[in-house]
Structure formats: C-alpha cells, structure tokens
C-alpha cells in the first residue's frame, strides 16, 4: 500500500524498537501539543478560551512548567483561575453542599461537580485525543491493507495494557474473518510479549540471590522500566 500523510507516524512507530508503538505516538503527539501549547497560539484569543475552561491535567501542567516559556504558563494560570473561581462564586451563591449520609454517593452537581469535572478535565488531553482516536483506526486500516505493516504488526515488540484494550475494543469496526483474524494476532503479540517481560522481571528480581550473583543478566537489566511501560503505558525517568 502505498504510504500516506496519516499513515507516516504509525508505520514509523511500528517500526521502531520499543515495548509499545502506540506509547511511543501518543508520546510525539503530547510534546507536540505541549509545544503548540507554550508557542504563540496562547496568545489567540480562542485557544486561551478553551484553556481557561479546561485548565490542564496534573500530568500535562508539570510538563508546561518544566518549559521554558514561564510567561506563557502564568499568562494561561491567570486567566484559568480567574475563569474557574468566578464560576465557582456563582455556584456557591446559588447551590448547597449535599445532605446524604456519609457512604452514600453524593449528586455530582453544583460546586462539587463542577471542581469534579474541572480535575478531570486537560486542554492538552483533549487535542491529543482528537488525534489519537484517528491514528488507532490507521493502525486497523493498515493491518487490513498493508501487508507490509501487517508484517511489522505480527513483529512488534507487543503493546501495553491500556493500548492492547483501546485496540482490542477498535476491532469492532471490523467485519467477521478479518475481525477474529485481528483478535487473533492482537492476543499473540500482546501475551507473548508480556510473558518476555516478565520473564526478564522475574530474572531481574533473582539476580538479587547470591546464588545468581555471578550469572549473566541476560536482557533484565532494564526489566523495570519497561514492565512500567507495559502496566503504565510510559515511563519517564
């Protein structure tokens, strides 16, 4: 099949060496909306909109503050907690805390619901979600189209949990064979390879009896990092 624009990067991260080529896009794809974040689009008075509705994620708000661009963090702030405490002011005119007994799950309305949805809401999240969705169906159209990449598919060093569910419950889009077909090398790749890594693990954690002090490492040494991968989707030393 011949290479198009969107099928670059995910043909490209199938390509690479890595635990997890879905991670590996979804890491490209934050620092690009971290980047487009921070440069001149903050100044637009429609991205500032959004940001000061949704704010940012404790994740993506640590990695705005590690850039440079301290200007551009306190700028988006500003605006962010002006906007979110004025909106909290009206609601605690007009609303009351809940008066259901202390197990009984609370209405998620008014102040409560609205710091609720603020805490799980991300402006950089978002944009990468948008995008995301896409690259997950171009993983699905190239394994159907694409014998090349069907051979890097069966090939790759597997996925992590959340991406092998997020592919897994994709397949829905397919029809009949090629759906059990899928499902099929879905489940080879992604067992086999967690069944490597934890046999690295496994052999990392036995390194540590003095009866192996004095055998070889084999391809633990970097056992833990990514096992992280495979159960946290990414790891950031």
Same mark, same amino acid.
Request: proline letters at 3%.
């Given at each position: 099949?011949?290479?198009?624009?969107?099928?670059?990067?995910?043909?490209?991260?199938?390509?690479?060496? /890595?635990?997890?080529?879905? /991670? $590996?896009?979804?890491?490209?794809?934050?620092?690009?909306?971290?980047?487009?974040? $921070?440069?001149?689009?903050?100044?637009?008075?429609? =991205?500032?909109? @959004?940001?000061?509705?949704?704010?940012? /994620?404790? &994740?993506?708000?640590?990695?705005?503050?590690?850039?440079?661009?301290?200007?551009?963090?306190?700028?988006?702030?500003?605006?962010?907690?002006?906007?979110?405490?004025? *909106?909290? *002011?009206?609601?605690?005119?007009?609303?009351?805390?809940? #008066?259901?007994?202390?197990?009984?799950?609370? @209405?998620?309305?008014?102040?409560?619901?609205?710091?609720?949805?603020?805490?799980?809401?991300?402006?950089?999240?978002?944009?990468?979600?948008?995008?995301?969705?896409? !690259?997950?169906?171009?993983?699905?159209?190239?394994?159907?189209?694409?014998?090349?990449? &069907?051979?890097?598919?069966? &090939?790759?060093?597997?996925? /992590?949990?959340?991406?092998?569910?997020?592919?897994?419950?994709?397949?829905?889009?397919?029809?009949?064979? #090629?759906?059990?077909?899928? $499902?099929?090398? $879905?489940?080879?790749?992604?067992?086999?390879?967690?069944?490597?890594?934890?046999?690295?693990?496994?052999?990392? =954690?036995?390194?540590?009896? !003095?009866?192996?002090? +004095?055998?070889?490492?084999?391809?633990?040494? +970097?056992?833990?990092?990514?096992?992280? =991968?495979?159960?946290?989707?990414?790891?950031?030393?």
């Amino acid at each position: 099949m011949k290479e198009q624009l969107y099928t670059i990067p995910v043909n490209d991260a199938f390509g690479k060496d /890595c635990e997890c080529p879905l /991670c $590996l896009m979804y890491t490209e794809l934050e620092q690009e909306a971290v980047d487009f974040t $921070l440069g001149p689009s903050y100044m637009e008075d429609d =991205i500032r909109a @959004e940001t000061d509705k949704t704010g940012f /994620c404790t &994740h993506h708000m640590k990695q705005l503050y590690k850039n440079q661009n301290r200007l551009g963090v306190a700028l988006m702030l500003h605006t962010h907690m002006k906007y979110s405490t004025g *909106k909290l *002011k009206d609601l605690s005119k007009t609303g009351q805390p809940s #008066k259901k007994g202390l197990f009984a799950k609370k @209405e998620q309305t008014g102040v409560y619901g609205y710091t609720l949805a603020l805490e799980s809401s991300c402006y950089i999240c978002n944009r990468i979600k948008n995008v995301f969705g896409r !690259y997950i169906a171009t993983v699905l159209h190239c394994y159907v189209n694409d014998d090349a990449f &069907h051979d890097k598919f069966l &090939h790759c060093k597997g996925f /992590c949990t959340k991406h092998y569910g997020m592919l897994y419950d994709a397949a829905s889009s397919l029809n009949g064979t #090629k759906q059990k077909e899928f $499902l099929n090398d $879905l489940d080879n790749v992604y067992f086999g390879n967690m069944q490597r890594v934890i046999d690295d693990l496994e052999w990392f =954690i036995d390194k540590f009896d !003095y009866r192996n002090e +004095d055998k070889p490492w084999k391809n633990s040494k +970097d056992a833990v990092p990514r096992s992280i =991968i495979k159960t946290n989707s990414y790891f950031e030393e």
